[in-house]
């Protein structure tokens, strides 16, 4: 009988560990995120739950950022949401008409009564998830802005002493590049729209559409085709595409191995491909902010953020909203925050995490990475540099993108090329619109 006592004992053990694993409120997080990125996604959820006991987030990868919402709607649809869905800020609007499908942050944190201010993020990042009255409706994440990566070796072998800050000077340094053996490629960016159209104009603070770019109603109109400076840039794309001093590299992310590879050794992407570029560039680089034209009045304004939110899912018991709110009050506090900014390229989306990073010496070791955050707090963001919330935004960059490819092969004119992006983007708007109602 004496041996009897400890197994007793180990079971009335295990019945307690599985009681409280049972007690536990799961939370579940859909994101996009693959890779590296992926895995640190798990290391934030996994830390949460190490740091208490009555929670459990549970992350779910469900593919690409239009996969993961399109998931999520279809799940909400069918009764088996998550409780948080990361979306990329070109859903935004999708998101803010689906009504009843979400729980806006400000009201779940004050529910929960966690300690949240929405003036201690970064207002280019809250101005975008944020209604006009400034309730932020989704929680900032993982925001990311253009910045222009520059392969240093190549500058150095072409005569060129510094990195070009404006698009004159990125022209020219180009030029330069070609004829020292980059005959393939000078100059170039990824995601065509998001670099060219949507943070050109707010870089030279150019209207993209009225009502404040979408922010302040769906019944916005594009203008960007009746900006000189876009009209501008986009004919020196063209002009400059004739002999490869500048290539045109798609319409997503799918041409950033250009840089890496050596082959194109200026190029405007995410901030975020930092991790990237740190894993796979072998040669000197740096980041410098995006070129501006120096004749354009007010420039440079502001950039804009890309990435994504984490949008609170409706219809869900009060008690796991409570451990939500918990959840994102542990995601947005400095320590958690500069970490990841760091590992990964995106902003960290509060001063306090801009301020712990810089405590730690890391902006001294890599100075590239803090061009984002001096880029997106420029100056105080304009109507037009806040952001811009467009219905059917995924669909309209396709529509985009190919009037400007039209432009970049020849086949019609840059003003006619543009006035057709967006005759036919209004188009789209409006549908948006009909449903949105």
């Not at 002009?239 to 590879?261: L, M, P, V, W």
């Given at each position: 009988m004496?041996?009897?006592?400890?197994?007793?004992?180990?079971?009335a053990?295990?019945?307690?560990?599985s009681?409280?694993?049972?007690a536990?409120?799961?939370?579940?997080?859909?994101?996009?995120?693959s890779?590296?990125?992926?895995?640190?996604?798990?290391?934030?959820a996994?830390?949460f739950?190490?740091?208490?006991?009555?929670?459990?987030?549970?992350?779910?990868?469900?593919?690409?950022?239009?996969?993961?919402?399109?998931?999520?709607?279809?799940?909400?649809?069918?009764?088996?949401?998550?409780h948080?869905?990361?979306?990329?800020?070109?859903?935004?609007a999708?998101?803010?008409?689906?009504?009843?499908a979400?729980?806006?942050?400000?009201?779940?944190?004050?529910?929960?009564?966690?300690?949240?201010?929405?003036?201690?993020?970064?207002?280019?990042?809250?101005g975008?998830?944020?209604t006009?009255?400034?309730?932020?409706?989704?929680f900032?994440?993982?925001?990311?802005t253009v910045v222009?990566?520059?392969?240093?070796?190549?500058?150095?072998?072409?005569?060129?002493?510094?990195?070009?800050?404006t698009?004159?000077?990125?022209?020219?340094?180009?030029?330069?590049?070609?004829?020292?053996?980059?005959?393939?490629?000078?100059v170039?960016?990824a995601?065509?729209?998001?670099?060219?159209?949507?943070n050109f104009?707010?870089?030279?603070?150019?209207?993209?559409?009225?009502?404040?770019?979408?922010?302040?109603g769906?019944?916005?109109?594009?203008?960007f085709?009746?900006?000189?400076?876009?009209?501008?840039?986009?004919?020196?794309?063209v002009?400059?595409?004739?002999?490869?001093?500048?290539?045109?590299?798609?319409?997503?992310?799918?041409?950033?191995?250009?840089?890496?590879?050596?082959?194109?050794?200026?190029?405007?992407?995410?901030?975020a491909?930092?991790?990237?570029?740190?894993?796979?560039?072998?040669?000197?680089?740096?980041?410098?902010?995006?070129?501006y034209?120096?004749?354009?009045?007010?420039?440079?304004?502001?950039?804009?953020?890309?990435?994504?939110?984490l949008?609170?899912?409706?219809?869900?018991?009060?008690?796991?909203?409570?451990?939500?709110?918990?959840?994102?009050?542990?995601?947005?506090?400095?320590?958690?925050?500069?970490?990841?900014?760091?590992?990964?390229?995106?902003?960290?989306?509060?001063?306090?995490?801009?301020?712990?990073?810089?405590?730690?010496?890391?902006?001294?070791k890599?100075?590239?990475?803090?061009?984002?955050?001096?880029?997106?707090?420029?100056?105080?963001?304009?109507?037009?540099?806040?952001?811009?919330?467009?219905?059917?935004?995924?669909?309209?960059?396709?529509?985009?993108?190919?009037?400007?490819?039209?432009?970049?092969?020849?086949?019609?004119?840059?003003?006619?090329?543009?006035?057709?992006a967006?005759?036919?983007?209004?188009?789209?708007?409006?549908?948006?619109?009909?449903?949105?109602?």
């Open positions: 004496g041996s009897l006592k400890p197994i007793l004992f180990g079971t053990l295990l019945t307690a560990t009681l409280q694993a049972a536990q409120v799961e939370i579940q997080w859909w994101h996009a995120m890779g590296a990125n992926g895995d640190r996604i798990v290391k934030i996994n830390d739950n190490a740091s208490q006991s009555e929670y459990k987030v549970v992350p779910t990868f469900k593919g690409s950022y239009a996969d993961t919402m399109n998931a999520g709607i279809a799940a909400f649809r069918a009764g088996g949401a998550p948080v869905l990361q979306v990329f800020e070109v859903g935004t999708t998101m803010m008409a689906a009504k009843g979400i729980k806006p942050v400000h009201e779940l944190m004050k529910e929960a009564g966690e300690p949240f201010d929405a003036k201690s993020y970064l207002p280019a990042v809250t975008y998830y944020s006009s009255k400034g309730d932020m409706l989704s900032p994440f993982n925001s990311s222009m990566w520059v392969n240093r070796d190549a500058l150095k072998k072409a005569g060129i002493d510094k990195i070009p800050a698009w004159p000077e990125t022209f020219d340094a180009a030029t330069k590049l070609q004829a020292a053996g980059w005959d393939k490629c000078g170039s960016t995601w065509v729209t998001w670099v060219n159209l949507e104009t707010a870089w030279h603070n150019q209207q993209l559409s009225t009502k404040a770019n979408g922010l302040d769906f019944d916005t109109e594009l203008t085709n009746k900006s000189p400076a876009v009209v501008k840039h986009f004919e020196n794309l002009k400059y595409q004739k002999d490869k001093i500048f290539d045109y590299a798609g319409r997503t992310n799918q041409g950033e191995g250009r840089f890496t590879s050596g082959e194109c050794p200026l190029f405007l992407t995410s901030s491909f930092y991790g990237n570029v740190k894993a796979n560039a072998k040669f000197d680089y740096t980041a410098g902010p995006m070129p034209y120096p004749d354009v009045a007010g420039a440079p304004q502001n950039s804009i953020i890309g990435g994504a939110s949008w609170v899912m409706g219809g869900k018991p009060a008690a796991e909203y409570k451990g939500v709110a918990k959840f994102l009050t542990y995601l947005s506090s400095p320590a958690v925050q500069a970490w990841w900014s760091q590992e990964t390229g995106y902003l960290p989306i509060t001063p306090a995490a801009y301020e712990y990073s810089k405590k730690q010496g890391f902006f001294d890599v100075p590239a990475a803090e061009i984002a955050i001096k880029e997106i707090t420029n100056k105080e963001p304009t109507t037009n540099s806040r952001g811009l919330r467009l219905g059917n935004l995924v669909q309209i960059r396709d529509v985009w993108a190919e009037e400007i490819e039209q432009a970049l092969t020849g086949k019609k004119s840059v003003q006619a090329a543009l006035d057709a967006a005759e036919r983007g209004n188009q789209m708007l409006r549908q948006f619109e009909r449903t949105a109602k």
